[in-house]
């Protein structure tokens, strides 16, 4: 493959004849070829042994300093039919390969690919390549064939341009294949060097009057109305259309379409105009393309009054089914509907879009000398105007023509009139209302979460701040209560032992059986002491208040001094109704009671009983044991501080005790605490 690229000098090809007859894409021929530039381009055209070839650059921009006619020798490689070109040598001007005449009709084939030749017609339309910017195409006929041309744009003025239009002439140049190209079924055409290749045979019309008068029978067929070419109509412009199209009432009465040529005068509504150009039909009216105008004065006449319709009066029958209403055609008309935004437009001009019993009809206003922006959506309006049916002018290959739909197109500013702006509550400001709100809603429902987030946070901390300062208060006053019963029962009850001892030393000396009777009663005191310790020591140990059944609770309590007593218990309060302090109390006076039973009644069964009782607990404690009389019942100087600690319990509490006893007839205890 090496050799292939590098050959001797020797092996390089000079003449075209040189090459092999077919060259495989993956062989690589060197030239050295001399020949003229017909065209200078990014691929330019070059004569060399009377053909002509297409050159490929290898460096961006090589060939931009290549004028038509200088004579050039080319380096380079073939591969496949494209020659690549290295660099190239310039040797001044060159000689001209002599044009052949060619036949309009065969420029559909490839008979003239790669040939210089001269080609003649009429320029029927110019368009800049929406492709490739830097050239200008022509639309040719000759003989009912339709052929194109093009040419760089750079090297066509736009007044000569202008010039070309409707004109016929001959044009020398090469014929391009279409392969490789970006429209392959263009077919062929031919490229003007540059604009001294093209001869002017015949001038286009400067005056509608260089047209003949246009004479179509009624009875004429859609061939043979385009087939008249050029001809002029004289009428009275009834209405002017924002793309340069104005809608002729012929001297006859009939209508008719006119779309001017580029860079033409617009007349005025009602003006009296000649217009020349080339004849078109849509079924309906006899049309002119690429017309020329001139205005020869002014219509007196009063224009028809517009006839109030709706827009279904326009598109749909008598049945509401949808049907395109030509009679309307040129016909003076008046909407009135609300103005909307058409959902999809592909009208280049200014417009108005009038919503009229749910049809949106096009109002052209661009002729009128008004501003869509001057009159916003939501807007109700009555607007006037030619009712104009879009259509597209018949072609060979449409067996009708296609009816686009209809505008009306207003004649003055007067033919639009404001009835009553828009309501302040547009769907625009509606949307945005309700953006604002669910924006705020949002907002609201965001902080909402925050301040309930941080009220969970701060309530549970308050909450744990109130359990700790609680748990502190009821150590507090637990401690407080055992101070005073350790007071009041240890204390005192000491007090009183060391009392009886003084007495029982004194009574030793004088009566043996008064201080054995003392001596008896220390014995109970002291008893009776260690039993009350033993109380406040299980108090500091019990957990009875952790308990949620309150039931419970008491069994857990009752269970060191029940012995061998059965006990029957029937407490309906629920534990949270009772806070730590009265839960305590209700403990230690059911305990003291039920201790006593046994102990001191010999009781074989007790009988627990409570319930709350409006807005107080209400608890009885009752025995089958050996009962005693209240009145007479021993107390603290006795040593029995028991009965006495729940009466002082029940009066802290602001209670009510009740004690109904006898002697063998057991004892019931009441007790009410409010709560």
Known sequence: MLSGICLAADNVVTNLNGFSSRTSDNVRE?????????????????????????????????????????????N?????DIFFVRNFDRHGPGAYPPPEDADPADMLGKRYVNRYIRVQGTVTDIFRDDIDADFIYFVLESGGTQFFASIAYSLAPAEWTRRLTGATVRMTGVCESPEGILRPFMGCSLRCPDSDAVEIIRPSATTPFDYPELKAPSSASPQEIVGLGKRRISGTVLAICS??????????????????????????????????????????????????????????????????????????????????????????LRLRGTLTNPSASRRSYDCLYINCDSVVVPVDIGAA????????????????????MDTENWSPAAPFSKITGFSLVARTADDIRLLSPPPWWTPVRIAAAVGILVFLLVCI???NVMLNRRVKRRTHELVRAKIARDRSDLKTDERTRLAVELHDSLSQNLSGLGCQLTATRQAMHENSSDAERRLETAETMLTSMRMELKRCLFDLRND???????????????????????????????????????????????????ANAIRHGRAANVRIAGCLDEGQIVFSVSDDGT??????????????????????????????????????????????IRI
């Open 627 to 672: 009962g005693f009389d209240p009145s007479l019942c021993d107390g603290p100087l006795q040593g029995h501080f028991g009965l006495s600690g729940v009466r002082t319990r029940v009066k802290k509490m602001n209670g009510r005790l009740e004690i109904d006893s006898q002697p063998e007839k057991g004892t019931h205890v009441k007790v009410a």
């Open 445 to 447: 429902g965001l902080w």
């Open 544 to 594: 009875a208040l952790e308990e949620q059944d309150f039931e419970k609770a008491l069994l857990h309590t009752l269970a060191p001094v029940a012995g061998s007593a059965r006990i029957s218990l029937r407490f309906v309060v629920p534990r949270s109704q009772l806070d730590d302090s009265q839960a305590h109390a209700v403990l230690c006076i059911v305990r003291e009671l039920t």
């Open 369 to 388: 000398g008004l501003n869509s922006a001057d009159f916003p959506v939501g807007s109700v309006v009555s607007a006037s105007g030619i009712c104009l």
């Open 76 to 80: 380079g490689y073939r591969r496949g």
């Open 243 to 332: 793309d340069n199209v104005l809608l002729l009432r012929g001297e006859e009465g009939d209508l008719h379409r006119v779309a001017l040529a580029k860079d033409q005068p617009i007349p005025r509504v009602h003006d009296r105009v000649v217009a020349g150009g080339k004849v078109q039909t849509d079924f309906y009216l006899i049309n002119l393309t690429h017309a020329i105008c001139a205005v020869v004065g002014h219509s007196e006449i009063i224009p028809d009054a517009a006839v109030d319709v709706s827009g279904h009066d326009i598109l749909f029958n008598s049945r509401r089914e949808k049907q395109a209403m030509p009679q309307f055609y040129g016909k003076a």
């Open 30 to 74: 060197p030239f050295r070829l001399r020949g003229t530039i017909l065209y200078g381009d990014r691929s330019p055209a070059m004569y060399c042994d009377e053909q002509i070839i297409m050159l490929t650059a290898l460096k961006l921009g090589m060939f931009t300093e290549l004028e038509r006619g200088e004579s050039i020798t080319a």
